[in-house]
């Protein structure tokens, strides 16, 4: 599909001396889309001389020679010039165009040719060459694109093969009157354009003139094309279809991006069509709401829409699963905080992107049973990034191990591993800073206070830190040493039945808050 002059192309044949000129029309050229070959951009050490200029001459569909004193006494460019006239007899149309760059005899075989003149204004001549160019297709051309590819769609049961070819789509959008669509005819016209945007280069630019006729259309019509689209088995096609979707102007698309967003079964998904409304629309504090006051879960869709809610401190959840790690996020949200929770699969996500952690006030990291050496490592070493330049970080065994000797969890955390042992489902007593003595059943870490660190809570037996915080910058780290976490039996939850260390934890979480909301 397509016409061989849609977007022509000029071989560009010129005297060393006239190099200058030639770069200078050859920008002129690129800029207004024209495919133009220059000996100076296209070879390169090691090509072959002769064949590269024979395959371009060949491929290129005119070939301009700059007519100057130095030029039409080269062998080299007269050769070229004899090559390209030899094409235009035999294929009978124009191929060598003439362009006076410096007053000269014109050679006998160009003087029946009506040539370009550049030696007055430049300008002026550049125009008229881009008149004999014509870059733009023909209407007409535009329309028997359009009415054989809709033929064949049609008459195939609408097959994906016979959609408009991205290459041409732009061409066929620019010449026909959308507004005079039959609805299966614009059903076409935006099936291809999906496609197209379903492509890593398409650009949506192009499709300005479909995105205007959307703009017009109903919130019915707007409904019938694009639910279908929605719910393609394809996640690239649904991407594309929001992004189409995105440019239409008016209340009913954005309505309508909206719903089939919250429609969406795959969170990474929603959040790449949430990122198409954003670009379009703009997020609003209204919309932004009403996404934190659905049932949404997905991190990334949470992370997108809080971020236009005055006064929200979040807290990221890297959980394990666990009761604990439930209760966890309970004193969070009590603390005052919107908590967001990330399971074990989507820990990768996070970690390869650098731009979420910043979002947050603060992060939770619950390990018990989620531990690992390895999988949180690109996460801890931007922690103290994170920690210094003001958030804060809650972390449980097993983080200390798992992040033994990091730089950046040294950086920040308040204490230090002594040793790899660990204690499990034991009972223990802690004093809290107050004096108070509570007994604990849970999981600890063999663990030592680091220096410039404070125990807001220890155990009476050796005095190792159940609860430590230390101040980095201007953020603050906080080391829980208990987990709910089991090689055997399942075990219960630390703070199921000790209310008490649940209060301690939950002040201190609150008084996170409030540093954070000053």
């Known amino acids: 599909m397509g016409y061989p002059c849609r977007v022509p192309s000029v071989f560009l044949s010129h005297s060393r001396r006239d190099a200058e000129v030639a770069r200078r029309l050859h920008a002129r050229l690129d800029a207004e889309g024209i495919s133009t070959w220059l000996d100076q951009k296209e070879l390169l050490p090691g090509d072959s001389l002769i064949g590269k200029i024979q395959q371009a001459i060949a491929e290129f569909d005119y070939l301009a020679v700059l007519l100057s004193p130095a030029s039409v006494t080269s062998s080299w460019v007269t050769t070229e010039v004899q090559a390209a006239l030899n094409q235009e007899i035999e294929h009978r149309r124009v191929k060598v165009i003439p362009i006076l760059v410096e007053s000269c005899q014109v050679p006998l075989f160009l003087r029946d040719k009506l040539y370009v003149d550049l030696t007055q204004d430049f300008e002026a001549g550049v125009a008229l060459l881009l008149r004999r160019l014509n870059p733009r297709p023909e209407e007409a051309e535009a329309r028997r694109l359009f009415s054989h590819g809709y033929g064949r769609w049609s008459r195939s049961g609408q097959a994906d093969r016979h959609l408009i070819e991205r290459e041409d789509l732009e061409a066929v959008l620019g010449h026909l009157d959308l507004s005079a669509l039959s609805p299966p005819e614009l059903t076409y016209l935006i099936r291809s354009a999906v496609s197209a945007l379903a492509t890593a280069v398409a650009k949506v630019a192009p499709l300005a003139p479909l995105s205007r006729r959307l703009g017009d259309a109903t919130a019915e019509d707007l409904r019938r094309e694009f639910t279908p689209l929605f719910e393609h088995e394809h996640l690239h096609l649904r991407i594309a279809a929001a992004r189409l979707l995105a440019t239409a102007g008016g209340g009913a698309a954005a309505d309508l991006l909206l719903e089939l967003i919250r429609r969406e079964r795959l969170g990474a998904v929603r959040d790449a069509l949430l990122e198409q409304y954003e670009k379009q629309h703009g997020m609003t504090e209204a919309v932004a709401r009403s996404i934190l006051d659905s049932d949404e879960s997905d991190w990334r869709v949470i992370s997108r829409a809080f971020r236009f809610v005055p006064g929200i ?15 966890l996020c309970s004193l969070a949200r009590s603390a005052g905080y919107l908590v967001v929770t990330v399971s074990r699969v ?17 992060l939770v990291l619950v390990r018990g049973e989620d531990y690992g050496d390895t999988i949180l490592r690109p996460l801890y070493s931007r922690i103290a990034e994170f920690v210094d330049r003001g958030g804060d970080l809650l972390a449980t065994p097993w983080a200390a191990w798992e992040a033994n000797q990091d730089p950046g969890m040294e950086a920040v955390s308040p204490v230090v591993l002594l040793d790899r042992s660990h204690v499990e489902g034991e009972t223990r007593v802690i004093r809290t800073g107050e004096g108070e003595e509570l007994s604990v059943c849970g999981s600890f870490e063999r663990l030592g206070l680091r220096e410039g660190a404070e125990a807001r809570a220890t155990f009476r037996d050796g005095g190792d830190p159940l609860l430590a915080v230390r101040r980095v910058g201007q953020g603050r780290s906080i080391y829980l040493n208990i987990c709910q976490h089991s090689c055997g039996d399942p075990v219960a939850s630390p703070l199921r ?20 909301a000053t």
């Open 313 to 327: 401190a979040a807290a990221l959840v890297i959980s394990d699963r666990t009761d604990f790690a439930s209760e």
């Open 346 to 362: 989507q820990v990768l996500e996070l970690v390869q992107d650098p731009r979420a952690l910043p979002l947050f006030s603060l």
């Open 497 to 516: 039945h000790a209310p008490r260390l649940a209060e301690v934890i939950g002040s201190t979480l609150r008084g996170l808050r409030s540093r954070t």
